[in-house]
C-alpha cells in the first residue's frame, strides 16, 4: 500500500489577506523541503486536494502549476503527480525559503532601530539569562 503524506498540516489557516494558491505552494514548499513530504512521494489529485481543503478546484490547480513551475513536483501523464526526485531542486527551494526569512529578520530588527548582528546578539544573551 503507498503512504499517503499530509500535503498541508492540519492547523493550516488560510490568511484572508494573500492569495490562497501562495499560501499552499509556501507550505507544501516547506513540508517538501523539510523532509515530510518525501522525494518520489504521490500527491493528491487537485480534486482530492481542492476537496479536502474546501477550496475551488482551481486554486488546487494553481497550487499544483507554481509547485510544477518550480520544479518541486512533477506530473506524469496517467500515473499523478509526485515530488521530484532531484536533490539540487529542493535545496534551492531550501535557500528560497532562507533567503526570505533572513530578508524578514532583516526587516523586523531595522524597525526596531537594531541591526541583525544585535537581535542574534540579544538572542544569546536572553538564552543565557533563561538558563
Do not use: H, W
Not at 61 to 85: C, D, K, N, S
Not at 103 to 120: T, Y
Request: hydrophobic share 40%; aromatic share 6%.
Amino acid at each position: 500500500m503507498e503512504q499517503s503524506y499530509e500535503l498541508l498540516p492540519e492547523q493550516f489557516q488560510i490568511n484572508p489577506s494573500l492569495p490562497i494558491y501562495e499560501q499552499f505552494v509556501d507550505a507544501i514548499r516547506g513540508r517538501i523541503v523539510t523532509g515530510l513530504i518525501p522525494p518520489g512521494s504521490r500527491l493528491p489529485s487537485v480534486r482530492e486536494l481542492a476537496a479536502g481543503r474546501s477550496v475551488n478546484p482551481t486554486t488546487a490547480a494553481r497550487t499544483y502549476q507554481e509547485l510544477e513551475r518550480i520544479g518541486l513536483i512533477v506530473t506524469r501523464r496517467g500515473q499523478g503527480t509526485f515530488v521530484t526526485l532531484e536533490e539540487a531542486v529542493i535545496a534551492e527551494a531550501r535557500k528560497t525559503i532562507m533567503r526570505k526569512a533572513v530578508l524578514e529578520f532583516k526587516i523586523i530588527a531595522e524597525s526596531l532601530g537594531l541591526s541583525a548582528e544585535q537581535m542574534l546578539n540579544f538572542d544569546k544573551e536572553d538564552s543565557n539569562d533563561r538558563q
